[in-house]
């Protein structure tokens, strides 16, 4: 049985959508950083599922979706890092609060 490949791209469509919401409307850095993660999952769909129904014989899609989850992990360990750092000196993790770079 195969599933047509407009199923995938309306779940990673609705997933991005999601990752777009929660980076929009979220004043905690955390969940900014969720929506940023749920966002490259979508890619994530979006570059397995034009590699199974374009060229599965190729790996480029699943050599660029591990390109995308490295970048992701890196971006998460950077990203709390950041997020720690800025708790530790205001004891708030509000987007809103955080204004080191500003004059």
Do not use: H, T
Request: some cysteine.
């Amino acid at each position: 049985m195969n599933i047509p490949l407009s199923w995938y791209l309306i779940l990673a469509a609705s997933l991005f959508c999601i990752g777009l919401y929660g980076v929009l409307s979220r004043r905690n850095a955390i969940a900014i950083l969720l929506g940023v993660e749920l966002m490259l999952n979508a890619v994530n769909i979006n570059l397995v599922a034009f590699w199974r129904y374009l060229d599965p014989a190729q790996m480029g899609g699943q050599v660029f979706a591990i390109i995308v989850f490295a970048v992701a992990a890196a971006e998460v360990a950077v990203g709390l890092a950041l997020i720690i750092s800025v708790y530790r000196s205001r004891k708030s993790v509000v987007a809103d609060d955080i204004d080191l770079m500003k004059w």
